[in-house]
């Protein structure tokens, strides 16, 4: 059967409407991206904050600001710029190009600032591609070492409805993933990182096919039931390998009633303090999880602990 280019330029589209998360307007401070910060003991690791396709650092205004108030030293660059795709070339998008590329450049950024604060280690937080090109990062680029896990560049990985095992977009992805006319086209629309990030693609499975996870690190995956784009939302929970902890949870597992969906976890409360939670060396876990005045609040010791 013959491609039809119209019917193949409207799933481009769709991609790339479905996929990309708009830059979210805020006037907070980021309180992000401080050279001189230097760790303290209470929080020794540098805090890397990994936005998503089609995004920017601004995403984690409200979040760096909350953990910097905390002490943290915060980083959250714009990574993936491209002019590949149409929608790589409107301003202030990012996180465009392919994952491959970014995870270089991730890599590059993350000695910088271990050089900057005398760190020996970090913790990522990422958002949709954010959490995937992380996990790229640490299995490829150097940021764990499988040999010697206690030179690990990353000591631990949150999440917030990253792509890891691929999105549906909710069955788009059947129509381009392993179609090489309708990926490439897909890719000069919406981005050769949106498509890498469809359920069955090459990228993700090299990505996963030794295993979710990497010896010595910490996961933390959040998810939410309202997840739109990051589809079926529980393809984002990992499977603990040899020598990791995983961490899998739903914004709903703490607060019923919760409806943040994908791009309003960044500035969701619940999500926010399961960051800090994750992110905490001294927790106190008997501590009720802030939700809405319309949610309600279950205690912390009724859930998955945080390791």
């Not at 990926?183 to 990030?197: C, K, M, N, R």
């Not at 409360?269 to 809405?292: D, S």
């Amino acid at each position: 059967m013959r491609t039809s280019w119209k019917a193949v330029s409207v799933l481009a589209v769709g991609l790339a409407a479905l996929l990309v998360i708009p830059v979210m307007n805020t006037t907070i401070g980021t309180g992000a991206q401080d050279s001189s910060c230097r760790p303290t003991s209470n929080h020794q690791r540098p805090v890397l904050l990994l936005h998503g396709t089609g995004g920017s650092h601004s995403e984690w205004d409200s979040l760096s600001a909350a953990l910097k108030v905390q002490g943290y030293c915060v980083f959250a660059p714009n990574y993936g710029g491209s002019a590949s795709s149409l929608f790589g070339i409107i301003p202030g998008k990012f996180g465009t190009d392919n994952i491959e590329k970014s995870a270089e450049h991730v890599a590059e950024y993350t000695h910088q600032i271990l050089t900057s604060t005398g760190a020996t280690q970090i913790d990522i937080v990422g958002h949709s591609q954010g959490g995937t090109l992380a996990r790229q990062f640490m299995r490829f680029n150097g940021g764990t070492n499988q040999d010697n896990p206690e030179e690990n560049i990353v000591h631990s990985l949150i999440t917030l409805g990253a792509t890891n095992h691929g999105t549906t977009v909710n069955g788009l992805a059947a129509l381009v993933a392993g179609k090489p006319v309708v990926e490439t086209l897909s890719s000069l629309v919406a981005s050769p990182a949106a498509v890498e990030q469809l359920a069955g693609s090459s990228f993700i499975r090299r990505l996963n096919e030794a295993g979710d996870t990497d010896p010595g690190v910490i996961y933390t995956s959040i998810a939410t039931k309202y997840d739109n784009v990051s589809t079926p939302p529980e393809a984002t929970f990992l499977n603990a390998g040899p020598n990791s902890v995983v961490n899998n949870m739903f914004v709903q597992d703490f607060c019923p009633t919760n409806k943040a969906d994908h791009k309003t976890m960044l500035s969701d409360r619940t999500v926010e303090y399961l960051v800090q939670e994750a992110l905490a060396e001294v927790r106190e876990m008997g501590h009720p999880v802030p939700c809405p005045s319309t949610h309600v609040q279950l205690p912390m010791g009724e859930h998955p602990d945080f390791s």
